[in-house]
């Protein structure tokens, strides 16, 4: 107000800094203290990773990192997490049914028929650990130094028979393959891993 008149164009701190930003000028209101911004919300859902072109249910694997490294496995199918399902069979060259980074596999050229195996029941919930009973406070803690024995359960041993002997039935089908699978990954002091096609 000038003399007891309004001058127009004058407005209220949000409104200068609204207008200051459209208009490209910096704002005549500052504010006392640092306005805290919004944190972006965490609640979307991510979309799958990719799984590459040459890995597709069926294709003959080798793992590069894990307990299993240096292993042949099938993949069976790509979970929604974007983790690759795969298994030995067990029974050739002990690898169970497990989830698998694709960043850490080699898909090979070789392929066994998996359409006659069921997996649609196996999911990433399935993989979920049950939770540990804790052992009463301090003392239980430290008392139990020995590690306890992973315990397998019966619904678990049940689906990876279930699975090895339809995928079985399909690698026993071709000659070789057994012996293939059951072989180790390795490279020796004159190979050249990026000169090999698998």
């Known amino acids: 107000m000038t003399n007891g008149l309004r001058v127009l164009g004058t407005t209220g701190p949000k ?9 490209g000028k910096s704002a005549r209101y500052y504010p ?4 805290p911004k919004a944190k972006p919300s965490r609640s979307k859902k991510q979309n799958a990773p990719k799984v ?5 249910p069926g294709t003959v694997c080798i793992l ?11 993949c069976l199918k790509a979970l929604e997490s974007g ?4 298994t030995g069979p067990y029974k050739i060259n002990g690898v169970p049914l497990r989830r698998v980074n694709q960043a ?3 898909g090979t050229s070789t392929k066994v028929d998996v359409s006659g195996v069921d997996v649609s029941s196996i999911n990433d919930a399935y993989f979920a650990r049950a939770a540990a009973k804790s052992a009463d406070g301090e003392e239980g803690f430290f008392a139990n130094d020995d590690a306890k024995p992973a315990v397998v359960s019966d619904q678990r041993k049940a689906d990876q028979k279930k699975v090895d002997a339809a995928v079985l039935k399909a690698v ?3 000659p070789l393959l057994k012996n293939y699978l059951g072989s180790n990954f390795t490279l020796g002091k004159h ?3 990026h000169k090999m096609t698998f």
């Open 64 to 74: 590069l990192s894990g307990r299993f490294r240096g292993k042949r496995v099938v």
């Open 104 to 106: 850490y596999v080699i």
């Open 52 to 56: 590459r072109a040459s890995i597709t």
């Open 172 to 174: 026993e089908a071709t």
């Open 83 to 86: 983790l690759l399902l795969v």
């Open 32 to 35: 006392a203290d640092d306005v």
């Open 191 to 193: 190979d050249r891993p």
């Open 15 to 23: 409104k200068a800094a609204k207008a200051a930003a459209t208009t």
